[in-house]
């Protein structure tokens, strides 16, 4: 649970830093605002923080 909260913050932060070094005026719609941008890179954070419940196969034998 801690995990999905930092990575969820971080993504925050990245889609802020992104909108504020990169973002354009207008014509873009994730970036031309920071609301966009925060919760584009918010959800970008919690999807990268969901476990991968596979199991890999022993190929080994």
Excluded: E
Aim: aromatic content about 14%; proline content about 3%.
């Amino acid at each position: 649970m801690r995990n999905i909260a930092l990575l969820t913050i971080f993504g925050s932060i990245g889609g802020y830093a992104y909108y504020y070094f990169i973002g354009c005026n207008n014509a873009c719609s994730i970036t031309s605002s920071p609301i966009n941008s925060i919760a584009y890179g918010a959800f970008v954070g919690f999807v990268l923080s969901i476990p991968n419940k596979k199991k890999s196969k022993d190929v080994s034998k």
